[in-house]
């Protein structure tokens, strides 16, 4: 590891107590982190991944999930914001010109980062997404309607999937304060609730060529790019666990035990250490699959023989699986703990299971055991967008369909 990635590590802990500090307040009035986000790009978290030879400290899916781990642990909405953005690194850096990547990469080694418009309101199908890109004179136009745009209305450049005339999936890279972008402050979710997740509208906005990012043919990088995607998530979930946990040790030190229990003090109460030991194995669970997923995901090259790419894809949705399952149960379990008293508002545990809740939700894995069986008995692969249906085998992996919005993850 570099020097400057050494140096990124050793700064990154006195940001994250500083977040920690002011995470429930943040999440009681629906205040967002601005000056946090800020220090992040400070101390060169956005350019995380961007390769060394364009200034940034070059790290991989690994540095990233412990990364993400750590703040969702001390706020899972902060934890979220990185996910589109790291996501919209991959594209630049994998399908992205040269000219593109000197284009773009500058803006996050000086500290910006990006925002997320993919998801379209209404249930759409794959080939419906209504967001257009259009070719004028002198460049393109881009209109369109967004929700779920996280991280946009604080972002320096928003990240918008969009459709040519002839058909063709693009990811266009857009300022936010470009003419015809509006922003709205309009999400209102029970959890995550600073991740500043609100609708986008595009209205004729003018968009160069060097701003449009091509979608991933190749069945490696389009893997690749959707199981670092994933493994993010994963990360989130994972943090939330250990964050939730963490609140669990400290409520079992200082509460009495369970009616019932005959123990004075809760360390005293047998049952009540075994569901503590319980959430710790649950949260560990997740950070060490987690963990795992992302050393192999970091593994792979351009040159990677394809087999192994569904490979590293399939650790990471095991990760994702085990992940989400830990952070309900952590963020729920944490109460069986510190029993009535630790449901006072103004402690804010609540905000553990509201983002856990919240975040699953977002990537869902109701299908991917599914996914998971047909891999491992009939070598089956999902598709790398929507993570499941329709299912191919490996030997067919070529021209992949693009996805709808909906099914970006």
């Known amino acids: 590891m570099s020097d400057r990635a050494d140096a990124f590590w050793e700064r990154l802990g006195p940001v994250l107590d500083a977040i920690a500090e002011g995470a429930h307040d943040r999440d009681r009035r629906r205040r967002y982190a601005t000056e946090h986000l800020a220090e992040l790009g400070r101390i060169g978290f956005w ?47 994998l399908t992205g010109t040269e000219e593109q990547r000197r284009r773009h990469l500058p803006l996050l080694v000086r500290g910006g ?62 300022p936010r304060d470009a003419e015809g972008v509006t922003i709205n402050d309009d999400w209102d979710g029970f959890g995550q609730r600073t991740t500043a997740s609100g609708s986008a509208v595009f209205q004729d906005v003018r968009v160069a060529d060097l701003d449009v990012l091509p979608w991933p043919d190749d069945p490696r990088l389009a893997y690749r790019i959707s199981a670092h995607a994933q493994l993010m998530h994963a990360a989130i979930d ?21 009616r019932g229990s005959g123990a004075a003090r809760f360390t005293e109460d047998a049952l009540g250490m075994a569901e503590l030991g319980e959430l710790h194995l649950a949260a560990t669970t997740a950070r060490r699959m987690v963990e795992a997923a992302a050393v192999e995901l970091t593994g792979l090259t351009d040159t990677s023989p394809l087999p192994k790419v569904p490979a590293a894809f399939y650790a990471v949705m095991q990760a994702k699986i085990v992940s989400t399952r830990a952070a309900l149960q952590v963020a729920q379990g944490l109460f069986d703990v510190g029993g009535a008293g630790s449901t006072r508002a103004g402690l804010g545990l609540d905000r553990y299971w509201r983002d856990a809740r919240t975040h699953t939700l977002h990537d869902a894995v109701r299908w991917k055991p599914h996914s998971l069986g047909k891999w491992l008995a009939e070598g089956l692969v999902a598709d790398p967008w929507s993570l499941g249906a329709p299912l191919r085998r490996l030997t067919d992996l070529v021209d992949l369909p693009e996805p709808n919005g909906s099914d970006i993850p």
């Open 113 to 174: 980062f990006y925002g997320n418009a993919a998801a379209e309101p209404g249930d759409r199908r794959p080939g419906e997404a209504a967001t257009t890109l259009t070719r004028t004179a002198d460049g393109w136009s881009l209109s369109g309607r967004k929700v779920y745009a996280t991280g946009a209305l604080l972002a320096d450049v928003v990240a918008v999937l969009a459709r040519t005339p002839a058909g063709e999936q693009v990811t266009v890279l857009v």
């Open 47 to 93: 350019a995380l991944t961007v390769p060394r030879e364009y200034g940034g400290l070059g790290l991989g899916p690994d540095a990233v999930a412990e990364a993400i781990m750590r703040l969702a642990a001390v706020d899972g909405s902060l934890g979220q914001i990185p996910q589109n953005h790291f996501n919209t690194v991959d594209r630049v850096v």
């Open 238 to 258: 994972a943090g939330i666990a250990e964050g939730a946990a963490g609140e669990a040790v400290a409520l079992a030190r200082r509460v009495h035990g369970a």
